[in-house]
T-cell receptor, first 111, second 110 residues
C-alpha cells in the first residue's frame, strides 16, 4: 500500500503566480482533505472533497480552489500567490471522512 | 468554534523519564479525538483515535486517554527516537474536518 502520495515535494514560485499541487489518496479511501501548515503551527483546514464535490471549506479565500477526479485523486490550486502562502501543504485521505492519513506534504515557497 | 490547546509547547526529557502531554478541547459535539506524530518537514503520522470519555489506547511506549474536556498522551520510558512534534486534533459530529492544536515539541536526550 503506497499510502497518500503528494507531488511535487518542493516548489518555489514567484508572487502573483499560480500553483497546482497534486494528491493521490490511500488505496480504498474516497475522501480527500487539504491543510496548510505554517512553520511552527498546527495544520489549518482548507477544504474537503468527496464524490468529486467540495463538501466542507475552511476560512481560506477563493484564491484557493480544488478538484477531485473520478479515481479520487485531487488537486489544490492557488491563484495570485502571496508571500504569506508559503507553507507546507498537506493532503489527507480517509474513508467516509473518518480517520485521516496524511501524505508527506508539498513545501511551497513564494518569493 | 472548535478550539484545541496543547501544553506544554515544548518538553525536554531524559531517556527513560516518563511524562504526559495535554490536549484541552472545546467542541460542540465530539466525533473523535486524534493524536498524530510529526517529524520535521514530514506529514503527520497517525497514532490514535479516541471516541468517548474513558477510552484508552496504547502503542509501544505511548498511551492516550480521553475525558470530556481533555486528552493526555502518556510517554513511558521514552527513547531519543520518540523526539518529534505531537499533534492533537478534534473532529466534530457535524463534519469530518480536523481542528488541530499547535503541537508539543518533544525532545528526548540520550
Amino acid at each position: 500500500d503506497a499510502g497518500v502520495t503528494q507531488s511535487p515535494t518542493h516548489l518555489i514560485k514567484t508572487r502573483g503566480q499560480q500553483v497546482t499541487l497534486r494528491c493521490s489518496p490511500k488505496s480504498g479511501h474516497d475522501t480527500v482533505s487539504w491543510y496548510q501548515q505554517a512553520l511552527g503551527q498546527g495544520p489549518q483546514f482548507i477544504f474537503q472533497y468527496y464524490e468529486e464535490e467540495e463538501r466542507q471549506r475552511g476560512n481560506f479565500p477563493d484564491r484557493f480552489s480544488g478538484h477531485q477526479f473520478p479515481n479520487y485523486s485531487s488537486e489544490l490550486n492557488v491563484n495570485a500567490l502571496l508571500l504569506g502562502d508559503s507553507a507546507l501543504y498537506l493532503c489527507a485521505s480517509s474513508l467516509y471522512g473518518l480517520e485521516a492519513f496524511f501524505g508527506q506534504g508539498t513545501r511551497l515557497t513564494v518569493v | 468554534e472548535d478550539q484545541v490547546t496543547q501544553s506544554p509547547e515544548a518538553l525536554r526529557l531524559q531517556e527513560g523519564e516518563s511524562s504526559s502531554l495535554n490536549c484541552s478541547y472545546t467542541v460542540s459535539g465530539l466525533r473523535g479525538l486524534f493524536w498524530y506524530r510529526q517529524d520535521p518537514g514530514k506529514g503527520p503520522e497517525f497514532l490514535f483515535t479516541l471516541y468517548s470519555a474513558g477510552e484508552e489506547k496504547e502503542k509501544e511506549r505511548l498511551k492516550a486517554t480521553l475525558t470530556k474536556k481533555e486528552s493526555f498522551l502518556h510517554i513511558t520510558a521514552p527513547k531519543p527516537e520518540d523526539s518529534a512534534t505531537y499533534l492533537c486534533a478534534v473532529q466534530e459530529t457535524s463534519g469530518s474536518r480536523l481542528t488541530f492544536g499547535e503541537g508539543t515539541q518533544l525532545t528526548v536526550n540520550p
